[in-house]
């Protein structure tokens, strides 16, 4: 079999790089020995061609990669924080805001739908609605969903303050 066409090893089809590149096929080989394999000297002199020796040197990554990897991470949390964390946080300080100052005559929708006017506020956490004539019920003020209509506000010294 031709050395310069192909070897098979095992089933396995394989080229001596003579058959591909033109200044191995220049070379002569050793010849006695065993499927014309080249000596040993002559493989490391190949194994370092001078095109191993003109390729740059791999560049260690530096801050300018890590900040480009990071940049577009960045700009997605920004949008996700002007477009969703910063309305909720608004809604939430409405929401807050309105629990806070309902009163009494506020007339209000339960987060259960019941709506009622708000006879009496019993504490912090607590009011008593009036939702029909002389039917009164206590709810958790933490259950209002909206306050339809605002009452006027009292204009004389509230209960407990001087």
């Known amino acids: 079999m031709n050395e310069m066409a192909c070897n098979s090893h095992r089933g396995i089809a394989f080229t001596w790089p003579e058959a591909i590149f033109a200044r191995h096929a220049r070379r002569n080989?050793?010849?006695?020995r065993v499927g014309g394999l080249p000596s040993p000297e002559s493989r490391k002199k190949d194994l370092f061609t001078s095109a191993f020796a003109q390729a740059p040197a791999p560049a260690a990554p530096g801050a300018f990669d890590a900040l480009a990897y990071m940049v577009p991470?960045?700009?997605?949390?920004?949008?996700?924080?002007?477009?969703?964390i910063r309305p909720q946080r608004r809604r939430e300080k409405q929401q807050?805001?309105?629990l806070k100052n309902v009163r009494r005559?506020?007339?209000v929708v339960m987060s259960g739908g019941l709506i009622g006017k708000v006879s009496r506020v019993v504490d912090d956490h607590e009011?008593?609605?009036e939702i029909a004539?002389?039917?009164r019920v206590r709810a958790a003020r933490a259950m209002i969903s909206?306050?339809?209509?605002?009452?006027?506000?009292?204009?004389?010294?509230v209960k407990g303050q001087a």
Request: charged share 20%.
């Open 29 to 32: 080989r050793p010849g006695g």
């Open 96 to 98: 807050a805001d309105m």
């Open 73 to 84: 991470f960045a700009i997605i949390i920004g949008i996700v924080y002007i477009l969703v």
């Open 133 to 135: 004539p002389n039917v």
């Open 105 to 107: 005559g506020d007339i």
């Open 127 to 129: 009011l008593e609605l």
């Open 146 to 157: 909206d306050v339809r209509a605002k009452s006027e506000p009292v204009k004389g010294p």
